[in-house]
Nanobody, 126 residues
Framework: QVQLVESGGGLVQAGGSLRLSCVAS????????MGWFRQAPGKEREFVTA????????GYADSVKGRFTISKDNAKNTVYLQMNNLKPEDTAVYYC???????????????????WGQGTQVTVSS
């Protein structure tokens, strides 16, 4: 049974930093991409960033480029999202997801992902 467990969310002031973690278990993820999405109240779930387990290719939404960094620890089956210079508009529930890779590049749409975590709340105060 595949499980993705996020942690690290919380309340932070604008300009601050948080690091989210996602521990993946239940299968081998070498053929998968791991993504972070977020969903604010009343809005659709949106792509934040993703990384391929094999090769480590990454992709970022324009809104987070230069501020967020995705990384992985293969030995721990864990993906991280380092978020710096946080803004109030980054406030959302952040979800970790795993998707089987069929194409080149990273996966950027929710429908491309097969497994999802429960989400962790990130709140940025102004």
């Amino acid at each position: 049974q595949v499980q993705l467990v996020e942690s690290g969310g919380g309340l932070v002031q604008a300009g601050g930093s948080l690091r989210l973690s996602c521990v993946a278990s239940g299968r081998t993820f070498s053929s998968y991409a791991m993504g972070w999405f977020r969903q604010a109240p009343g809005k659709e779930r949106e792509f934040v960033t993703a990384i391929r387990w094999s090769g480590g290719s990454t992709g970022y939404a324009d809104s987070v480029k230069g501020r967020f960094t995705i990384s992985k620890d293969n030995a721990k089956n864990t993906v991280y999202l380092q978020m710096n210079n946080l803004k109030p508009e980054d406030t959302a529930v952040y979800y970790c997801a795993a998707g089987l890779v069929h194409i080149a590049g990273v996966l950027t749409t929710p429908t491309q992902y097969d497994y999802w975590g429960q989400g962790t709340q990130v709140t940025v105060s102004s």
